[in-house]
Each structure stands twice: as C-alpha cells, then as structure tokens.
C-alpha cells in the first residue's frame, strides 16, 4: 500500500504546477503499478477555485491513467464519505478515523489529504464490481434491443 500527497508551489505558474503533478503521478504509477485509477469528482463547491484546481489536478490523473491504459473511475465525495463511514456527510476526523480502522493502522493518516486518498482507494474498490455489473447489464440490454429491432425490421420486411 501506497499513498502520497503531491503539493505544488501556490505562486507557480499553472502549467508549471500541472506538470509537477504529471511528472509525480508518472512516478507514482511506475512505482506501484496499480490496476485502476480513482478520482474525486467535482460537481459543485462554494469556491470555484477549489472547484477549478481539483479538477484540473483530477484531469492530470486521468490523462497519465490513460497513458498506461489504465481504467479510470469517478466517485464523489459524498459517495467516498459514505463508503467509509455510513454517511455522505461525515467529517474529515470521521473519515480518518474510519480509514485508520478499515486499514488497521495505529494512527490515522497523515496529512487529512492522505486520508481522502485512501478513502478514496477504499471507495473505489468497495462500488467497482457493483459499476462494472452494471456497465455488463447495459452493454448486455443495448444488444438486445439492437437485436429485437433488427428481427423486428427483418419480420416487417418480409410482411
């Protein structure tokens, strides 16, 4: 297990704090070689600063996961909170102290940022296999409509 907080410089450039978290990320996913990647999406917050660097932050991740081919999945917060604690609206002390516990560790992870991340993981490995039956249900009901209204138009054809 691995987790690490990526912190750029508040007063530098834009494109030079993205690429800092690019070349961070690359490390990252060299060392730990994982099988999918989890970000946090953001839909809406007071502070559309916040808003807009998450986002950005949360768009390099997906660009260096799709550099290696890797799957990506979106959770929200709320969704992430609730996985780990029984309730969207918990607290940053309650998430923490919930990681710590699923994750038996003698203390919570620190900074508050690692624990979003591990909460995060958690998250994402608790719903993947929900979300991916049900993408195999979609999937699986588009062809069968798409074979229903072929045969339909073939047996409306020969009338």
Sequence with gaps: MG???IRTGVDDDL???LRSLDLAFDRWLDEYRPDAI???RVFSQHNVSTVMGTAQAGAVAILAAARRGLPVALHTPSEV???VSGSGSAS???VATMVRR???LTEPPAPADAADALALA???LWRAPVQ???AAAKRSARAGYARQGHSRLTRGGAM
């Design 92 to 94: 940053k002390a309650q």
């Design 15 to 17: 494109g030079h704090r």
């Design 132 to 134: 991916e039956r049900q």
């Design 102 to 104: 699923l994750l038996r």
């Design 81 to 83: 909170k609730a996985a």
């Design 122 to 124: 958690i998250c994402h």
């Design 3 to 5: 987790v690490t907080v």
């Design 38 to 40: 989890a970000v946090e």
